[in-house]
């Protein structure tokens, strides 16, 4: 099955306290994302990824690192987290959009983070 | 910069009725328009999408036409049901180099009561 998978689903941790995000997808798709999810803002990207060792930065990306080793992987990483990083947060990945127009962007579950 | 602007929510709607969300955007360029919808608990799923001027988008009974002319694209369905009931988000993606960024509005938050 097509997916994207994120891992956790839920976590609450403190401030400062280093932690990752994963997130994987089985599409061997080139293009990954980030966002999170806010009240009132809608979703807003954090950083991206056009392929493997490409990552370029969103709307809103500070406080956060991300890396892209393999073509399914695209971790998010704060490394020092603080109480307004609280937010739900979704991995997307696509085809590049030169690639033609079934260039789809899926989501995954999302992961709820509460920073204390 | 692009912008997306949905009404706000939530909208509260009796099984059967007809449903509007409206959606209006900004960009530079020429976008191509979405709708994503949200159930409780779960990720974006794509719901319909346009890619030019004058295109109508379809899905589960929902329809948007994307408007050049009022740069809109709002959600239309002629007889909800409860289980409709979800957040939806428009969203438009610019071309940029070949990535793929989606500028989401809101959100609208429907809830459809028996």
């Known amino acids: 099955e097509a997916q994207v998978t994120q891992n956790p689903r839920y976590l609450i941790t403190v401030t400062g306290k280093k932690l990752t995000v994963t997130c994987s997808q089985n599409m061997n798709h080139e293009y990954m994302s980030w966002y999170r999810q806010d009240p009132g803002l809608g979703l807003r990207q954090i950083y991206y990824s056009m392929n493997v060792e490409v990552t370029d930065k969103g709307d809103v990306p500070e406080g956060y690192k991300v890396s892209r080793k393999e073509k399914r992987n695209f971790p998010l990483i704060l490394e020092s987290p603080s109480p307004n990083q609280t937010s739900l947060y979704f991995c997307a990945s696509s085809m590049l959009q030169d690639r033609g127009p079934d260039n789809e962007q899926f989501f995954g579950p999302g992961t709820r983070l509460t920073v204390l | 910069g692009d912008s997306v602007?949905?009404?706000?929510?939530p909208v509260t709607l009796s099984e059967e009725a007809f449903l509007t969300i409206n959606c209006t955007y900004t960009a530079t360029g020429y976008p191509s328009l979405f709708w994503y919808v949200q159930y409780p608990g779960e990720g974006l799923q794509l719901?319909?999408?346009?890619?030019?001027?004058?295109?109508?988008?379809?899905?589960?009974?929902?329809?948007?036409?994307?408007?050049?002319?009022?740069?809109?694209?709002?959600?239309?369905?002629?007889?909800?049901?409860?289980?409709?009931?979800?957040?939806?988000?428009?969203?438009?993606r610019v071309t940029l180099g070949g990535g793929n960024k989606l500028t989401f509005g809101t959100g609208t938050q429907l809830k459809v009561e028996l």
Request: glycine share 8%; net charge neutral.
């Open chain 2, 5 to 9: 602007t949905q009404m706000e929510g």
């Open chain 2, 47 to 92: 719901l319909l999408k346009a890619t030019k001027a004058d295109d109508k988008g379809s899905n589960k009974g929902f329809e948007a036409t994307y408007r050049k002319e009022t740069t809109s694209f709002h959600l239309e369905k002629g007889s909800v049901q409860v289980s409709d009931s979800a957040v939806y988000f428009c969203a438009l």
